[in-house]
Nanobody, 118 residues
Framework: QVQLGESGGGLVQAGGSLRLSCVASGSIFSIFAMGWYRQAPGKQRELVARIASGGRTNYADSVKGRFTISRDNAKNTVYLQMNSLKPEDTAVYYC????????????WGQGTQVTVSS
């Protein structure tokens, strides 16, 4: 059973920074792509950042240059460093394990709230 546990959300002023962490268990972490999605009230869930097993990264246009996704395979952890935060970044952020070798299922964490005040 794959489990994902996020931490690091909170309330921050515009221009501030937060780092989200997601610890994964129940599968071989290093072979799967990982990512972060977010969902704001009344909006669809959107992909924020993705990191492949080999380390290649992709970002939503809205966060390029401000957010950085990284992974530590030794700790089964993926991170999202968020700088220069804006009020429009306010959302629940979800950690995701994408389908991959031997597994066609996507897994989700429980989500962590990020609130950016103006």
């Amino acid at each position: 059973q794959v489990q994902l546990g996020e931490s690091g959300g909170g309330l921050v002023q515009a221009g501030g920074s937060l780092r989200l962490s997601c610890v994964a268990s129940g599968s071989i972490f290093s072979i799967f792509a990982m990512g972060w999605y977010r969902q704001a009230p009344g909006k669809q869930r959107e992909l924020v950042a993705r990191i492949a097993s080999g380390g290649r990264t992709n970002y939503a246009d809205s966060v390029k240059g401000r957010f950085t996704i990284s992974r530590d395979n030794a700790k089964n952890t993926v991170y999202l460093q968020m700088n220069s935060l804006k009020p429009e970044d306010t959302a629940v952020y979800y950690c995701t394990r994408f389908p991959g070798l031997g597994s066609s299922q996507t897994y989700w964490g429980q989500g962590t709230q990020v609130t950016v005040s103006s």
